[in-house]
């Protein structure tokens, strides 16, 4: 039994479940049955228990907070766009072969070092920020994520701030030389690969149209084999044309991988490469083999993480995150190779949602205060999903893009979130409601 507020998992036989569907839902008919002919003793016993976890808000918990706005005071983090241009060419590239509909272009040492400055100069007291080095591809601009990297470190110690570093590759590029320093600089590395040989073939070429699997694959084992325990992962995305994409995860986690996340593709429908709600059945039932899969694995020694199933049930995410997930438009921005501004790496290039530069600073403050106002408490869809506080209200590019609005909906994107939640919490208890 999950408790949405307090975030709460309860174990509960069936008499408990029912004294629970009945109180705060509706029993199903074959169920109303069943809970009358449960004794009065029973019952009385159960809503003693009951009373105890609504006192301790553990259950029946109310709302956190009644009202959020976002801090648009300060920046922790920037995705740097290090360049617009990539080596491949993906079928289902949301950012137009890595330009962002705009033309080529490289950031400069002197633009990147301008960002770190901004992103010191607007950070108020907090001490801990980030900076994650995106595309295009980032290794075709390899010179000047080094030259960025120096400075931020010499920057961010005379500031008394400490900055990590994150670089997504499609790893063509990830020689031995990339390998060696992204592992001793970048605190998190994302290595994209699709899992399977004929899945990643069938949509991910490079420029000049040739397969570049095994080049990729090669260049990313060899990576984790230097990796040990410092943080990465391999992102795949899966397509329409590979519904089944289980097993595209298990291929990777074949490779040696144990830190893996696979995401659904976000396309228009007449793409034909989209997702559709008509696939949504066919999608439940594989992230259910996918879940069985994963539970199975790491009973020995093909142990892994799965991003979607990692669920903390104790800690956390915190109050921000719970409510507003990524932070996008106000901690977080993104920042184009010329220097502009805009709420996140999917905003690059959209005039309307330009915020400044980083040598000016925050322009339009108009676009900031939109996004500070966006919560799951405003969003009519949020208020009474179980999933909530694990997406923080969905993807407001999605919303966008799907619903007209960074605060409406993406429905797809809705139910798979459900649908994952689900499975996490049947996996924690299974791993650690014993314990």
Not at 56 to 81: I, M, Q
Not at 247 to 258: I, S, T, Y
Not at 384 to 402: D, Q, R, T, V, W
Request: hydrophobic fraction near 35%; proline fraction near 4%.
């Amino acid at each position: 039994m999950w408790d949405i507020e307090s975030g709460s998992l309860h174990h509960v036989d069936y008499p408990a479940f029912l004294y629970a569907k009945k109180r705060f839902s509706s029993l199903a008919p074959e169920e109303e049955a069943a809970y009358a002919s449960l004794p009065e003793k029973e019952i009385r016993e159960i809503q003693e228990e009951f009373e105890i976890l609504i006192q301790e808000g553990s259950l029946d918990a109310p709302p956190p907070v009644a009202r959020f706005y976002k801090n648009t005071a300060l920046v922790k983090a920037l995705c740097l766009h290090i360049c617009h241009d990539c080596n491949m060419k993906c079928d289902y590239c949301f950012a137009s072969g890595g330009t962002y509909n705009t033309a080529k272009d490289y950031m400069s040492a002197e633009t990147g070092k301008q960002a770190i400055d901004f992103l010191i100069a607007n950070s108020g007291a907090r001490h801990n920020l980030e900076v994650d080095f995106f595309g295009g591809e980032p290794l075709m601009n390899f010179r000047t994520v080094k030259e960025i990297t120096a400075y931020a470190k010499t920057a961010a110690q005379k500031a008394g701030k400490e900055i990590t570093f994150t670089l997504t590759t499609n790893c063509l590029g990830l020689n031995k030389e990339a390998r060696e320093y992204l592992n001793e600089n970048m605190d998190n590395v994302v290595l994209s690969v699709d899992g399977r040989k004929c899945v990643h073939n069938n949509v991910r070429h490079t420029r000049d149209g040739k397969d570049a699997y095994d080049a990729i694959v090669g260049n990313a084992v060899e990576f984790r084999k230097i990796r040990g325990n410092k943080r990465y992962y391999v992102r795949g995305t899966f397509t329409a044309a590979n519904p089944d994409f289980a097993e595209d995860v298990f291929a990777l986690n074949d490779l040696g991988f144990d830190q893996i996340s696979v995401e659904p593709v976000v396309l228009p429908d007449h793409h034909p490469l989209a997702l559709k709600e008509s696939d949504l059945p066919a999608l439940l039932k594989e992230y259910d083999r996918l879940a069985e899969g994963y539970i199975e694995r790491r009973k020995g020694e093909k142990w892994f993480n799965f991003f979607h199933f990692m669920l903390d049930l104790e800690h956390g995410p915190c109050i921000n995150k719970r409510l507003t997930g990524c932070g996008a438009g106000t901690e977080y921005l993104a920042v184009s190779p010329t220097g502009d501004l805009y709420p996140c790496h999917q905003f690059v290039g959209e005039k309307e949602y330009w915020i400044g530069n980083v040598r000016e600073g925050i322009l339009n403050k108009e676009v900031r205060e939109r996004f500070a106002c966006v919560s799951v408490l405003g969003k009519a869809h949020c208020a009474n999903c179980p999933a909530k506080y694990y997406c923080g209200g969905g993807c407001a590019a999605n919303a966008k893009n799907f619903g007209g609005a960074i605060d409406k909906q993406y429905p797809l994107g809705c139910a798979l979130q459900k649908k994952r939640l689900e499975l996490s919490l049947a996996i924690n208890f299974l791993e650690n409601g014993t314990k």
